[in-house]
């Protein structure tokens, strides 16, 4: 005999075979009920219930969730004991689990969400080590490591950012010498726009601007491709060849990034220094050879070198931030962009606060 | 012998495996078969190390999978092969490159015997002649038949299979059970297959297992398996030839 559902008042009970061609039907009904009701119980009994199968399990879960959602509580009395037993096993338990996170209180939260970012560090942190070790075990062997894959990343890393950054960089260069000439000139320091561009292009501003761009054109780039091997599955087919995936996948992006960043930052600061000459030239009055002349006098041989030490370190920083979080993508399309997005914000953070720790290093 | 003994695995508050005990014997093609989403691939991942259990212990050949000793668990890897759901090639390689990548990183054999290799494992898979094609070029059914070629080019004594069928129409599903079903015949190697596709499941399987709730419900023979009254079994069964 087909469910019958028969509703008197706050209780219910079903009778007959509770199956899955009933249970469009039999939810169309238990909804009409819950519709009329907020705020209290429906207690159904299931003493009448002869079978049931998954499709009713479901639905006597359903009901519970959909009753939740209208502040009603659903219980459910007098089932026989293979009716109890078909719902224990078909059960999906979800509305056990709902009401479970419902009652965790902002101190549970705040805990669980300081254990996940705890973990995710101390995961960050032996990524780090694992790209490190395998980058100079990989100097030693080839073994494990991708041939040709350092000049195919130092291409897409190095190469093909080269315009971005250089354009960016002269325009860097060019406003930070428009702004300070309209202040230098009412001194008559005009001169001093040189010494401003350079310091400021060779210490901070060219190893910056590039690792800023790397981090969202790189660093973007790395994140997404370990995230969807990762989704697809790709990397545990690595794992189950006897393939280390960091030493396959990363290492080859940390040499091609850490040769390339600090190039691409000589290259910033030229072209940033070039900015601000024309600038001066244009608009103070400074010929090209007396700009070019205060610029190489007022350099030293730290600033240059301190703004290579930033550049690998910036460089390392992007590389193991983006593949950290490709590793960690949870999900699929949606989790890599996710990701993706986590990770260049992630690494931009990460840039500036290693900047200033450098700057503290290095000049305090 | 694959043994699994009272395996437990939990993600966050939901526990997925709740003690999972099965031994596949050698030679043996075990069949897990469960619902999407019951726990199938993470206990095929527990197997081959991919996840490490919460408690209980998996023995491959009598020793303990070593979870926490990288080095031994790549060494332990090289007894298996495995079949991904999606296939998981390498976009960026060709076909040939994908099935040797195995060989070239954990052999000291010349590009010339890798090559040979290859061919001859393609063949296996009815792909002669494909080395040089990508990935992208390659229908769904090709590309799980690369992917078998790959599990089967370190010559594996224990073979994966991830949902072997899924994702294909009927046709081109059948073919890859009866191709796993020849292999099984030619390697003889000790295999586990998990699946929802009941049909695959009797086509390819010595015995049957049933994963539900975290928990092993049945195992017994496709004969067995076809004539119980498990009422899991049944509606799990009847849901599919429904």
């Known amino acids: 005999m087909p469910a019958r559902l028969v509703i008197e008042g706050d209780s219910a009970h079903i009778e007959g075979s ?34 049931i199968d998954s499709g009713g399990a479901a639905l006597l879960d359903e009901v519970t969730e959909r009753g939740r959602g209208r502040n009603v509580r659903v219980a459910y009395t007098g089932a026989c004991d293979e009716v109890a037993e078909i719902r224990r096993i078909f059960s999906s338990g979800a509305g056990a689990r709902v009401a479970e996170r419902e009652r965790a209180g902002l101190l549970q939260r705040c805990g669980v969400w300081g254990y996940h970012t705890w973990a995710g560090f101390l995961e960050f942190l032996q990524l780090t080590a694992d790209t490190f070790y ?15 894959a350092f000049v195919t990343q130092a291409l897409l890393i190095g190469v093909d950012a080269l315009p971005v950054v250089l354009t960016i960089s002269f325009l860097v260069g060019a406003i930070l010498a428009l702004q300070s000439a309209a202040q230098l000139r009412q001194f008559g320091a005009n001169i001093f726009v040189a010494d401003l561009i350079a310091v400021s292009m060779a ?14 054109r790189s660093g973007s780039a790395i994140a997404s491709e370990i995230a969807t091997m990762t989704v697809t599955e790709e990397i545990d087919a690595l794992k189950t060849m006897g393939i280390n995936p960091v030493r396959y996948i990363v290492v080859p992006k940390f040499y091609a990034i850490s040769l390339c960043m600090p190039l691409l930052s000589i290259l910033a600061t030229l072209v940033g220094i070039l900015g601000g000459l024309i600038v001066a030239f244009l608009y103070l009055d400074l010929t090209p050879a007396v700009y070019t002349r205060e610029a190489i006098e007022i350099l030293t041989a730290k600033d240059i070198v301190t703004g290579l030490v930033k550049s690998v370190a910036f460089a390392g920083l992007i590389c193991t931030i983006g593949a950290h979080y490709g590793f960690r993508v949870q999900g699929g399309a949606e989790g890599v962009g996710r990701t993706t997005t986590a990770s260049v914000v992630a690494a931009i953070f990460a840039v500036v606060v290693a900047d200033c720790f450098f700057s503290l290093i290095f000049y305090f | 012998m694959i043994e699994i003994k009272g395996i ?30 019951c726990g199938k691939s993470v206990l095929l991942k527990l197997v081959i190390g991919l996840l490490k259990p919460d408690s209980g212990q998996v023995l491959v050949g009598g020793e303990p999978v070593p979870y926490d000793r990288p080095g031994d668990l790549f060494r332990m890897r090289g007894k298996f092969g495995m079949l991904f759901q999606a296939a998981a090639l390498f976009d960026s390689l060709t076909v040939g490159e994908n099935v040797g990548l195995g060989l070239k990183e954990n052999t000291s054999l010349n590009a010339g015997e890798i090559s040979r290799r290859v061919k001859e494992k393609l063949l296996t898979v009815g792909l002669d002649g494909a080395e040089f094609l990508k990935p992208a070029e390659l229908s769904g059914g090709m590309k799980k038949r690369v992917g078998l070629a790959r599990a089967l080019a370190m010559d594996p004594e224990y073979i994966l299979y991830d949902e072997p069928t ?12 009866e ?15 998990v699946t929802h596709d009941i049909h695959s499941a009797f086509r390819i399987g010595d015995r049957i297992a049933l994963l539900h709730e975290g928990r ?16 899991v079994v049944e509606e799990f069964i009847e849901g599919q030839s429904g």
């Open chain 1, 18 to 51: 509770l199956t899955f061609p009933d249970v469009r039907r039999v939810l169309a009904e238990f909804e009409r009920a819950l519709a009329v009701r907020t705020g209290s119980t429906l207690e159904v009994d299931l003493s009448g219930l002869t079978r």
């Open chain 1, 134 to 148: 395998w980058s100079f075990a990989g100097l030693v062997s080839k073994r494990g490591g991708r041939k040709g």
């Open chain 1, 203 to 216: 210490r901070e501003m060219g190893p910056l601007m590039t690792a800023i761009i790397l981090a969202g």
């Open chain 2, 8 to 37: 437990e695995k939990s993600f966050g508050d939901h526990q997925v495996l709740a003690g999972v005990d099965l031994t596949v014997g050698t030679g043996e093609t075990m069949v897990i078969l469960g619902r999407s989403g």
């Open chain 2, 166 to 177: 899924t994702g294909l129409d009927p046709v081109m599903g059948g073919v890859i059970n």
């Open chain 2, 179 to 193: 191709l796993i079903r020849d292999l099984q015949h030619k390697f003889r190697a000790t295999s586990i297959a």
């Open chain 2, 216 to 231: 092993i419900v049945h195992v017994g023979t496709v004969a067995e398996t076809k004539a119980t009254r498990n009422p």
